[in-house]
């Protein structure tokens, strides 16, 4: 390159002294601890004279950072327009450059604001807002590991100091809160050379043979906005250089960037050559993964002239002709050879101590940015090769070595890639100044191949990820859970700098799942150590000791978004989903209207992912939560009413109801998609051992709807002891249980799918009919317990064919069904007398009993068949205390009466086809009088006054042709034998 082009600059602008003189003027007063005044007035002068700290002032990049620690050293001590203009000042600084941020992290300033300014803001103003604008773009690029533990303390913590506001919480714990979510949206961890852009550059040791076949450089960079006129020094126009290689003859190549496009220019010789990759413009503040490879010439019996070809982020290419800087045959060492910059020709007769000092390594054109890990190989990239380069991002600093492949489709950890490499130069690989060369090619030899760095910050920005990770991992955050009651909402929407309070129906449940959500995304580390850790479940015990406030729909979402997220780790997606989202423990007391809603997606969700949720949350699933969280009574597992510490209340009854019906029809939803014998068998064992009868019998209306559209449970029923389990729940005391296992027993007597041996065991044939009567003696019958029993006995379960209502009117149907089980009428009439049965029940079911009894002398035929059947009858009739009692006439029947003339109608039909039935009456009298009644004579004479009023009612409106004469004949009997005298 030619000397003369370049032009050296010795001194400073006049604004460089003006910015010295202030900072020594605030040095001076640092050291005069005993006058504040004076230090607050040099910060006062320093605020309005010196144009980087000055309102609007015109220089963008802060000079030095120790400035700023004096600065924030007396922030706290400014009235508050000072403290809006510095940090409006900063606000400025980090938002046009990186390297200021940097500078800001270096120098503490996020712990600096926390601590003096967020901590002790008792209310919230424009200071406040202000700061946390700025702790947003600082943090938001790097963090440090005490930082994130300030933040969580004060979310965790008020400010001790604070007598202002008596609360339990700050203004500031929602926004931190909102302020870790923000950076954690944003931020990575990244290992760079920040090159200031003035006097800085990475000089590379001499390239004594440079590649001869062609070589490969790559990296990511990331362009600062380009330095103010006043900053320039040592060049008449600003073209930043990406790298320069140069012998001492002014042979080689450099990179450049002119108009926010990349430059080539090489030259040999007299000859210089340059092509501009004209179909790409760079844009600064924006990372970029550069590939650059430089093939040479083939000669031969076809040639092929040298060609430069660039790749920026894996697919925009641009390839041009570019001569070759060096010769195949003879090729002088490359001296020069610098990165973000370009570097002085000395002339040859400069001695070797003026080569070694830092002041003749001028550089000039410097380039101000970030740049990552470099890389130069000498061979030619494959387009595979660049496209994997790209993939492994801009945190990249392997050595190629064949044992870090991870899955690669090109070559590049094939063990021949990584001894091609010329220098690999890292930020961590570094001492002071010096840079060491990680080549696996030069590690293994004796060559020294090294970079020394001028004017470069070795940046290592950590992200929230890494901290919280130093810190603990995600236990850290767990403790700010338990002061949900106090932080209110956060509208992780709204801008940091908003002017609301920070404060909406999302609540800090939906901000802890968002920020637990970024934390975990992409992070294996993180997402193995929750999965350890049993980390979800204890998110999810603390959940439940905090009110049922936060439990929003919102929250319910962010539990969902969560485990989408996750998707990829399935264990961890499987702990989110079996800990929060399908953990009803923490939705119970939630309002009916969030529970309806979470119950509804829960159900959408299981239709959608039928396969996936039948493994892990199948029928046994919502069988337990049925019984244990919705119950009706409660267990020894069952969910507490009352939540422990809000004091907030489980659903209604009703309620429950409904939420139960929505859970009961995702479980019908299984079945309607198969059955399985398992899943069948945890229908039969939650019936049996649940002592709630009311779940029992919505479970019994279940079974009941399978039976009837599932061929599968009605074998299942039948091989697994089926038929038990109903006969022990017939035990049970409620209704409406009794009544769903008649209708069970009755249906499957007419199901064509029932075995044929089993309809003997469905009707009883096979035992005795006292074993049924023992088996539901212990409840009081009802009006719908003897409907059911009848249908039972008709064999028939369709209401639509032969209903029985409450109300027994008088148009009862004459014409019935056959009955076809008089077992079960035995059994009605025995459990009339069943504890705790009222009378009019009583009455009521003995009227309908006579209608059906009356004009069927078959059915009373078939009821004699049964010995003894009047005692069950007669049981019924009360003590009245004498004569006076049973015989006196009544306004109303009562119990007796309907009873002796239930009696009476049977006997008395049974005289028309049995020429023994006196013989009934003659039990009937015996029987009456051997109890321990006091008034078995008045009984006995009630029973004979009905059959008498009967025969004389039957002479009376019979004709003599319709008559039954034979009905006299065999009455006579009971006159032939005296037994009717008294």
Not at 126 to 145: G, H, N, P, Q
Not at 956 to 979: M, P, R
Request: charge should be negative; include cysteine; aromatic fraction near 14%.
């Amino acid at each position: 390159m030619d000397n003369s082009s370049v032009d050296i600059c010795s001194t400073v602008d006049s604004l460089d002294t003006c910015v010295a003189t202030e900072f020594s003027y605030v040095e001076q007063a640092y050291r005069v601890e005993d006058n504040d005044t004076v230090n607050l007035e040099a910060l006062a002068s320093l605020f309005i004279n010196n144009d980087e700290w000055r309102v609007n002032g015109t220089v963008p990049f802060m000079k030095d950072g120790e400035v700023l620690e004096h600065i924030l050293y007396y922030l706290p001590s400014l009235e508050n327009p000072a403290k809006e203009q510095f940090i409006e000042r900063l606000i400025c600084f980090a938002e046009y450059s990186d390297m200021n941020k940097w500078i800001m992290f270096e120098k503490n300033t996020t712990s600096s604001l926390l601590r003096e300014i967020i901590w002790k803001a008792y209310q919230r103003d424009k200071v406040a807002e202000l700061t946390m604008r700025l702790l947003d773009i600082i943090c938001s690029y790097s963090v440090k590991v005490y930082d994130v533990k300030l933040i969580l303390n004060m979310i965790c913590n008020k400010y001790e100091g604070d007598t202002t506001y008596q609360g339990d919480s700050a203004w500031y714990q929602g926004v931190l809160l909102k302020l870790l979510y923000s950076i954690s949206q944003r931020q990575n961890t990244s290992n760079f050379f920040y090159l200031r852009g003035i006097e800085s550059g990475i000089e590379i040791s001499s390239i004594d043979k440079f590649p001869s076949n062609g070589y490969s450089f790559f990296t990511w960079i990331k362009l600062d906005p380009t330095p103010s006129p006043k900053e320039l020094i040592g060049s008449k126009e600003y073209v930043p250089r990406l790298f320069s290689f140069f012998t001492e003859k002014g042979d080689g190549i450099e990179a450049y960037f002119e108009n926010n496009e990349l430059v080539f220019c090489c030259k040999k010789g007299k000859d210089e050559s340059t092509v501009v990759m004209n179909n790409f413009k760079f844009t600064q503040k924006k990372w970029y993964f550069i590939a650059i490879s430089h093939n040479t010439a083939k000669r031969g019996w076809t040639s092929t002239p040298a060609e430069i070809t660039v790749v920026v982020d894996g697919n925009i290419t641009f390839k041009s002709r570019l001569e070759y800087p060096a010769d195949f045959y003879f090729s002088r060492p490359f001296k020069y050879c610098a990165i973000g910059a370009s570097m002085l020709l000395k002339p040859s007769s400069s001695s070797d101590n003026d080569s070694n000092s830092s002041l003749s390594n001028a550089f000039y054109n410097c380039l101000r940015g970030q740049i990552t890990t470099l890389y130069m190989i000498c061979d030619i990239l494959t387009k595979e090769q660049i496209l994997d380069l790209y993939a492994l991002g801009k945190n990249n600093a392997s050595q190629f070595l064949p044992y870090q492949e991870n899955g690669m489709k090109s070559d590049l950890f094939d063990g021949i890639f990584c001894q091609k490499i010329l220098f690999i130069f890292h930020v961590k690989a570094s001492e002071n100044q010096k840079c060491f060369n990680l080549s696996p090619r030069y590690q293994s030899s004796q060559d020294s191949f090294t970079a020394t760095l001028y004017g470069v910050e070795k940046c290592s920005t950590l992200s929230l990820q890494n901290a919280i990770h130093f810190l603990g991992d995600l236990e850290i955050l767990f403790p700010m859970i338990m002061r949900f009651d106090d932080l209110g909402s956060v509208n992780l929407q709204a801008p940091l700098e908003s002017q609301d309070d920070f404060f909406d129906s999302e609540g800090p449940c939906k901000s802890f799942f968002s920020l637990l959500s970024s934390l975990l995304q992409n992070n294996e580390r993180s997402q193995k150590h929750v999965i350890k850790s049993r980390g979800i479940k204890v998110i999810s015990l603390l959940l439940q000791q905090v009110g049922p406030r936060h439990f929003s729909i919102s929250a319910f979402k962010s539990m969902i978004a969560l485990a989408s997220s996750l998707s990829s780790n399935e264990e961890l997606s499987r702990e989110v989903f079996s800990n929060l989202v399908f953990e009803f423990k923490l939705w119970m007391y939630a309002s009916i209207e969030i529970q309806k809603y979470c119950i509804d997606s829960l159900k959408n969700f299981v239709d959608a992912r039928k396969q996936m949720c039948r493994k892990l949350f199948g029928i046994q699933f919502f069988l337990d939560i049925l019984q244990n969280i919705y119950w009706y009574k409660q267990g020894e597992y069952s969910a507490l009413h009352r939540h422990p510490t809000a004091g907030v209340t489980r659903p209604k009854p009703s309620q429950l109801k409904e939420l139960r019906g929505m859970l009961i029809s995702i479980i019908h939803g299984y079945f309607k998609d198969g059955v399985t014998k398992d899943e069948t068998l945890f229908l039969f064992r939650n019936i049996l051992n649940s002592d709630d009868d009311t779940h029992v019998h919505e479970i019994l209306t279940l079974l009941f709807d399978l039976l009837q559209t599932k061929k599968e449970v009605v074998d299942i029923f039948f091989s697994y002891r089926g038929f038990e389990i109903i006969c022990e729940l017939l035990k049970r005391r409620d209704e409406n249980v009794r009544i769903d296992c008649i209708k069970i027993f009755t249906f499957l007597i007419t199901s064509p799918l029932t075995p044929p041996n089993f309809i003997k065991k469905l009707r009883f044939e096979d035992t005795d009919p006292i074993n049924l009567i023992k088996l539901m003696y212990n409840a009081p019958m009802t009006i719908d317990i003897y409907h059911a029993l009848l249908n039972w006995s008709l064999e028939q379960y369709n209401n639509n064919i032969f209903e029985f209502t409450e109300k027994i009117n008088e148009g009862f149907p004459l014409t019935l069904p056959q009955i076809k089980n008089f077992r079960i009428i035995l059994v009605i009439l025995a459990l009339l007398d069943s504890e705790g049965t009222k009378r009019i029940v009583q009455c009521k079911i003995l009227e309908s009993l006579i209608k059906i009894f009356k004009k069927n002398i078959s059915y009373c035929s078939e009821l004699n068949q049964f010995w003894f059947w009047q005692r069950y009858l007669i049981r019924l009739i009360p003590i009245y205390g004498g004569q006076e009692g049973v015989l006196t006439e009544r306004e109303n029947k009562d119990t007796a009466d309907w009873a002796f003339e239930f009696i009476a109608n049977v006997i008395w039909n049974l005289f028309e086809i049995d020429k023994t039935s006196y013989r009934t009456v003659e039990e009937t009298i015996i029987y009456i009088w051997s109890t321990d009644r006091q008034d078995c004579l008045e009984c006995n004479r009630s029973f004979l006054s009905q059959l008498f009023s009967l025969i004389l009612q039957d002479i009376k409106n019979s004709y003599v042709a319709s008559f039954a004469i034979t009905k006299l004949i065999w009455y006579k009997h009971l006159f032939k034998d005296n037994l009717l005298i008294f």
